[in-house]
């Protein structure tokens, strides 16, 4: 079957502006995680959902960063007024039922903030 | 808090070499979740083992093993007889039960198996 898909695999964007980072999950999976891994390092956590609800935004980094997921399904994560630090690899990952089982990652999308 | 150390950044080893992987853990939970993921050249993580807090069994899978010792809060991760293929960046990760949803990830452990 297929896996964690993820669009777009790059993008580049200009200080201040906003991004959008879409998120489709192997199907049948309720939950949803979203990472941000920077150059040598572990992924690092970002926000968990069970079903259309956020179960944990904890790991969200300031008021910037939103992520919905409004119909049980695919995910969006938003950013905006991006900053030159907010350049890594976003990583969206699906769980078949949440809580600790083994979650399943997708390719990433690289972004880029110039 | 938890925490996850691997302290070996980089290893090297020659194709066919037994090579281990340590890791390192903390954490005030005793219901807890440890993981191996692997990161190949494409970027893509690919899941490898998910162990409980109350089974320190050790597992077998092929080449790969894994050595639970919760006496000295270790994961540690053995690929037997290595090949080129086994190139990659494996990362250790711990999941509290009490602790949210997330998992904390090592900072990963580059292994370059030459031919």
């Known amino acids: 079957g297929a896996g964690v898909s993820q669009t777009p695999s790059n993008k580049v964007t200009e200080k201040g502006k906003y991004v959008e980072l879409r998120c489709d999950p192997i199907s049948g999976h309720t939950a949803l995680y979203w990472y941000r891994q920077s150059l040598g390092q572990g992924p690092e956590f970002l926000i968990y959902?069970?079903?259309?609800?956020?179960?944990?935004d904890s790991g969200l980094p300031n008021d910037r960063f939103f992520a919905v997921r409004p119909e049980g399904s695919v995910s969006t994560l938003k950013i905006q007024r991006t900053e030159r630090g907010d350049s890594a690899v976003y990583l969206c990952?699906?769980?078949?039922?949440?809580?600790?089982?083994?979650?399943?990652f997708g390719p990433g999308t690289r972004l880029t903030v110039t | 808090a938890q925490k996850v150390t691997q302290a070996q950044t980089e290893i090297s080893v020659v194709e066919k070499e037994d090579v281990t992987l340590d890791c390192v853990y903390e954490t005030r939970d005793t219901t807890y979740y440890l993981f191996w993921y692997k990161q190949p050249p494409s970027g893509e993580l690919v899941f490898l083992i998910r162990r409980n807090s109350f089974d320190e069994q050790n597992e077998i899978s092929g080449r790969y093993s894994w050595n639970f010792q919760k006496s000295t809060s270790s994961f540690n991760f053995t690929i037997t007889a290595s090949q080129v293929v086994d190139s990659a960046v494996y990362f250790c990760?711990?999941?509290?039960?009490?602790?949210?949803?997330?998992?904390?990830f090592g900072a990963g452990t580059r292994l370059t198996v030459k031919p």
């Open positions: 990760a711990l999941s509290e039960a009490r602790g949210g949803n997330d998992m904390r």
């Open positions: 959902f069970q079903g259309t609800g956020a179960a944990d």
């Open positions: 990952a699906s769980s078949l039922a949440g809580g600790h089982g083994e979650q399943y």
